[in-house]
């Protein structure tokens, strides 16, 4: 699979030839489904909490007498059958994460770079370098058509890319190592670097 390169400034600068076993597949929403719930759950915090009967401030003095009321034998105002009594198996701070075979990571990785590849939602940039002006890059980003962009540079973001790129609304800036598939779909459009699909290419072979 061969792709223009462009430059920032919107000029070209040649060809690059893409791996078809990592841009030519026909993506599979059930694999990218389970990598975003798996990065999503690991990202969830787990601090929800309530109190049982066993913390809730309550006098323990037994609320009346056991016979002769009528009523049900209750002993204490904090049971959960009462009103700001304590509450029965709620949610407890834990851990939301679960396993996913790193095959299937890889998998899902694969399948979000060719799902932006055949949508044609894929550009290819010479490199991403920048003086580090945010008023610079943000002509280029407008000029480019790009509205809501990821790129994904090599192994190191350029520092003047990085800091220009930082007060742009829309454009998120990883590097190689941090491309995973829930920031890829999040955005319409997705720009590599030539070090960055060297770097994909490199990862995932």
């Known amino acids: 699979m061969k792709l223009d390169v462009i430059k920032l400034d919107g000029g070209t600068a040649g060809e690059v030839e893409l791996d078809e076993a990592l841009f030519g597949l026909e993506p599979r929403a059930d694999i990218l489904h389970r990598v975003v719930r798996w990065q999503r759950n690991k990202a969830q915090a787990g601090t929800h909490k309530v109190k049982t009967r066993s913390e809730v401030s309550y006098s323990t003095k037994k609320i009346y007498r056991q016979k002769g009321t009528g009523g049900a034998r209750h002993g204490s105002r904090k049971a959960p059958i009462f009103r700001k009594g304590g509450i029965y198996k ?75 790129a930082a007060n742009i609304d829309g ?26 699909v060297e770097a994909l290419e490199a990862r995932l072979k």
Request: net charge positive; hydrophobic share 40%.
């Open 171 to 196: 454009l998120d800036v990883l590097p190689s190592m941090g491309a995973n598939v829930y920031d890829i779909l999040k955005r319409d459009t997705l720009v590599l670097t030539r070090a960055g």
């Open 90 to 164: 709620g949610p407890t701070p834990r851990s939301h994460a679960h396993d996913l075979p790193k095959k299937v990571r890889r998998l899902g990785l694969m399948h979000a770079l060719s799902s932006k590849a055949k949508a044609g939602n894929l550009v290819i940039l010479e490199n991403a370098e920048s003086d580090g002006k945010t008023k610079t890059l943000a002509r280029q980003v407008a000029d480019l058509g790009w509205k809501r962009a990821l790129v994904i540079d090599g192994a190191e973001i350029n520092e003047g890319f990085a800091r220009a």
